[in-house]
């Protein structure tokens, strides 16, 4: 296979979800940007999904301070301080530009931006648009772009990270919807790829959050960080069958929706007395899955989500999709329950980065899902949209000072990629088999509840899968082969760190922990995977 167009840049933008976007706008102040979408821009990805809304500290009462501490409690203090000082800092910041920009986000009589509370958080800061707020983060952010001169390629799969000379990233080879090999240089390149809970069998993701940014700058040499931190949602769609895991909103809950078991018992008094359903996303659905495994649930193996209390008019404006939604399953809200379950949602692990988004690697930085550090061991709902932005922003701006590199692509590499795609024609695995494959290992022995026998087991059938001849029938089949490699990767990555977590923390919870530990006083930090190996890291706990 040879490469039949090549494209420079001065800035390479991965990925077209709001951090992208976010991060190609303000790269575009500083030189020429590329921006390669997987999807049609705005089309896929998870940010048009977000229903819930964006973290910000806009009212009088409220504090940053506050704010940081309700995200350090949160994340069980696996947080990088450093980045939730940024995140809290600037979010209001970045949530004025977006109205600056032309976004519509419900108000309040006072003509003020309207906050609902959202779990784990002691103020009302969460702002939104009804339950579509990422669709107007997305647009927003896809109309600002225009006015740039980003020049943009969607429906092209970025399949791999290709270093200089030196080492550094310079570029990335992808494919277009055809299968045709597309060679991207760069001085600096900005990985905004998502996250991958895909490689769960019930996820809330899109088709494409497959993981494939972790598992490129894996490949690449970069380190990552707390990857065994996978969120599970407390509530998404228990049927029909294709639904499964569709994302309930924790809008929801944040409205005055509550959780009953089929005895129609509000069991979150026996798990978070004070919180009750805005208790952490960790807690809500460990109390679930409990409720379910413990013959409390109901027959579909769920519990109910009930708003039927509330005023009709109230969940027609401030749920409007979940009341479509649900009515196409034949369920009216506004007269009886949903019936939820825990799904895969987040991966808060992801490439280590500093404050200005630099990764471990010469020539990348990272923004968004895809990196690690800012919501430590569990996410509060409401601080990703504002992760978007607040580092999209950076990341971009960062990218976009990168002085001009001088180095040429190791030719080497981009061979051996090509190489690689070659070997997919002669294959003789489905990658649809191993998909399914890998997507029931992962929810079966890497889910909500883990054991060192369990994820060992993982291990050792990933590291089969990952062996077996993955096959394309033709060019178009190409990306399905690389995709289902990224799977593999990351299903790996997200395994191997948990095993080196010996204690119970966040959504990271063993049953067979060999230490406990309170978070605030843990002596065990980030768990760290690269090329180079894995550990866990320590720190010194006050005596």
Request: glycine share 10%.
């Amino acid at each position: 296979m040879l490469v039949d167009e090549s494209v420079d840049a001065h800035v390479l933008v991965i990925g077209s979800g709001g951090a992208g976007v976010r991060a190609a706008i303000e790269a575009s102040r500083y030189g020429s940007v590329v921006l390669v979408s997987k999807t049609i821009a705005g089309k896929g990805g998870c940010t048009t999904m977000a229903e819930g809304g964006f973290n910000a500290v806009l009212r009088e009462g409220d504090s940053i301070d506050v704010h940081r501490e309700d995200t350090l409690k949160g994340g069980a203090y696996l947080n990088d301080p450093a980045l939730v000082d940024v995140l809290v800092q600037e979010a209001p910041e970045r949530m004025n530009d977006l109205v600056r920009w032309g976004a519509v986000f419900d108000v309040t009589d006072e003509c003020t931006i309207a906050q609902r509370p959202f779990g784990g958080q002691r103020f009302p800061r969460t702002c939104y648009a009804g339950d579509r707020t990422g669709h107007e983060l997305i647009m927003t952010l896809l109309d600002r772009l225009d006015a740039t001169d980003t020049q943009l390629y969607q429906e092209v799969s970025v399949v791999d990270l290709v270093p200089d000379e030196n080492g550094a990233v310079a570029g990335a080879i992808a494919l277009d919807r055809d299968g045709n090999p597309i060679l991207f240089s760069a001085d600096a390149t900005v990985l905004a790829t998502g996250g991958g809970t895909q490689v769960y069998d019930i996820s809330t993701n899109s088709a494409a959050g497959t993981g494939d940014g972790f598992a490129m700058a894996y490949r690449a040499g970069a380190e990552l960080i707390d990857m065994e931190m996978i969120q599970f949602h407390p509530t998404g769609a228990v049927y029909p069958y294709d639904a499964r895991g569709r994302l309930v909103t924790e809008a929801v809950r944040g409205e005055g929706g509550i959780l009953l078991n089929a005895r129609r018992e509000r069991f979150m008094e026996r798990y978070d007395p004070a919180r009750m359903e805005l208790s952490t996303r960790d807690v809500v659905a460990r109390a679930i899955a409990t409720e379910v495994l413990e013959g409390r649930g109901t027959n579909r193996g769920g519990v109910y989500l009930d708003v039927t209390h509330l005023p009709a008019e109230k969940i027609e404006t401030r749920l409007p999709v979940m009341l479509e939604q649900f009515l196409t399953y034949g369920v009216d809200i506004r007269r009886e329950p949903m019936e939820v379950a825990p799904t895969a949602h987040h991966i808060m692990g992801g490439l280590r980065i500093t404050p200005e988004c630099r990764t471990t690697l010469s020539g990348l930085f990272a923004c968004g899902e895809v990196s690690g550090g800012v919501h430590g061991a569990n996410r509060l709902g409401g601080n990703a949209l504002a992760e978007t932005q607040v580092f999209g922003k950076r990341a971009g701006e960062s990218a976009g000072k990168a002085p001009v590199q001088s180095g040429r692509f190791d030719r080497a590499r981009v061979d051996e990629t090509l190489r690689m795609l070659d070997e997919f024609f002669v294959g003789d695995t489905a990658p649809a088999t191993v998909r399914r494959d890998l997507k029931l290992t992962m929810w079966k022995k890497a889910g909500i509840f883990r054991t060192a026998a369990d994820l060992t087991a993982a291990l050792d059938d990933i590291r089969g899968l990952t062996d077996r001849r993955l096959h394309a029938a033709s060019t178009a089949n190409l990306l399905e082969c690389c995709t289902v490699r990224n799977m593999c990767t990351t299903a790996s990555l997200i395994v191997r760190s948990a095993l080196l977590r010996p204690e119970n923390r966040g959504a990271h919870v063993r049953r067979d922990a060999t230490v406990v530990t309170e978070p605030a006083t843990s002596p065990f930090s980030h768990t760290c995977i690269s090329l180079a190996g894995a550990r866990i890291e320590r720190r010194e706990v006050a005596a």
